[in-house]
């Protein structure tokens, strides 16, 4: 009896290992998101609502720029990924991407699921009014907590506001939620950048983060300005402090709620989700990839064998739906921390990445190219002063292109730009020319316990990652959403490429040619005998001429 007891209980435990169907957990399940308008927010939105028949789903918006919640939401919804362009199967991709299995990604949605409510992460909680925070109380049972600015030069007050206090007001908040399974938080792998190892646990920080955000709450700017670099604790930019400061706070709410922490890296166009390459900002590298394709990037500071740590933004979004069932059904008391990470797993490097979209960007190149791409520089640091000649160069052909423009009767462009460009890469520099390993045990076995159905349709198997597969996706797709081109011009683009580079090795040739002629003017030019102006001109005594100096003389 005993051991029948004792198989009966290994069973049982065995299968508490096994993830239930993830339709299965998300069925009827009442979900709360925010930051759904963000890069990751839209796909778990979308990804929430095509593939799980959930119950109400909660976004949180907040007014902006004269739109309230409702019409910012309806506005959303007819950008990508949720508009028609998505839903049909796309014959250029297809074509394309060699792939004619590829299935329509985005199934119908039904969007009467949706309850958009107004809310402000910095507000008390969360600036709801008191019927939809007792509506939320009783209903939400899972809540994944996206919302954060990725702005990394911003003051630290704002990213404290966004980052720290709006991740304070939503886990007070949720410790009234009577049904609540799972809250999942969405960190970054680069919370402790300061360290090379990045392990999956909480670091503590030399100080209550808790009482540190006081601090600086009521510090004038003036004095933060000259101590944050005392009190960021070797972390590059506000964004990661207060991304570490929040996971900090997260910590401290271990056994009150079924809280888990996923840390995604830099997060990079899609893998197939919502399609291959699916991408919507120019935030990190795909701004500087889009730059280099259009020939106004000649240089960038980077290792360029380092090993770059990104994240396709479908595998973030799949593993967080895997960790909200897995921290229910396992760890409802304790809080694990997954590194969405790729460094350790299928490591690839920033050259190679580069290299595979400058082999894209001269088959298939933007229409909108104004110089031919730079081969991929190859340096572990960018040399200053070549550096910096090179950022010359770029500000003076940002000048000359919008005097053109000007003349044409056009707004300046690229000297705006340019000045962008050269700020990014003063906010890249720590990613470009470091590198990191991790740990990644929890987001391993988060994938191994699903079912097989479930891997295929919500892969984030990192080892077995195509880089070559998403390096081209993601120039494909920045194509298409970032610079608005599809496929139909790509003869025109590469006939006016090959103009660029005739026109640019003749004015190169011309230019050599200038500086070979000057050169040989001035060292072969005869060089005629010097002589003393003094000697040349007559003496006035010889003349019989009174000087000037006895003139003056008699005068006096």
Known sequence: ME??????????????????????????????????????????????????????????????????????????????????????????????????????????????????????????????????????????????????????????????????????????????????????????????????HVEERVLPMNCDCEKMADMISWLPDSVLEQIEPQIMENRPNTYIFTKAMAENLVQKYEGRLPVAIVRPSIVVPSMSDPEPGWVDNVNGPMGLGVLASLGILRNIDWNYWGVSDFIPVDFVVNSMLAVAERTARLYPKEIKVYNCSTSSLNPTTWGRCFEVMRVESFLAPPYKMLRVPIAVPKHRRAGKIGFAMTKLSEILFAYLIDFILVLCGQ??????????????????????????????????????????????????????????????????????????????????????????????????????????????????????????????????????QPSLMSVALKLH
């Open 411 to 544: 707004k300046r462009l690229l000297t705006r730009l340019t000045a962008k460009l050269h700020h990014g890469y003063d906010l890249m520099r720590p990613f470009t020319t470091n590198e990191y390993t991790c740990s990644n045990d929890n987001i391993v076995q988060a994938y191994e316990e699903l079912c097989p159905e479930d891997k295929k349709e919500f892969n984030f198997d990192i080892p077995a990652m195509d880089w070559t597969e998403g390096f081209k996706n993601a120039y494909y797709g920045a194509r298409r959403r970032i610079l608005k081109e599809d496929l139909s011009n790509v003869q025109a683009a590469v006939f006016k490429m090959r103009v660029l580079y005739v026109v640019e090795f003749v004015f190169k040739m011309l230019l050599i040619g200038l500086v070979v002629w000057t050169s040989l003017r001035l060292f072969t030019q005869p060089i005629a005998p010097t002589v003393s102006a003094a000697r040349l001109q007559p003496s006035p005594l010889a003349n019989g």
């Open 3 to 196: 051991q029948a007891q004792d198989l009966s209980d290994c069973k049982r435990q065995e299968g508490e290992k096994m993830a239930k169907k993830l339709a299965e957990f998300y069925d009827g399940k009442n979900i709360l998101i925010t930051g759904c308008t963000g890069f990751i927010g839209k796909i778990c939105l979308l990804k929430l609502l095509s593939s799980f028949n959930c119950g109400e789903v909660f976004v949180m918006l907040r007014g902006k720029k004269g739109m309230s919640p409702r019409q910012r939401f309806n506005k959303m919804l007819q950008e990508a990924p949720f508009n028609a362009d998505l839903l049909a199967g796309n014959e250029e991709l297809k074509t394309h991407f060699f792939r004619p299995e590829i299935k329509e990604r985005v199934r119908q949605v039904d969007w009467s699921k949706v309850n958009v409510i107004e809310g402000d992460m910095s507000r008390q909680d969360l600036g709801l009014s008191d019927e939809v925070k007792e509506v939320l109380c009783k209903s939400v049972n899972i809540i994944f907590n996206i919302a954060a600015s990725v702005q990394f030069d911003a003051p630290l007050k704002q990213n404290l506001r966004d980052n720290f206090l709006g991740a304070q007001n939503m886990l007070k908040l949720a410790t009234e939620f009577k049904n609540l399974v799972s809250f999942v938080h969405v960190s970054t792998f680069y919370s402790n950048s300061h360290i090379s």
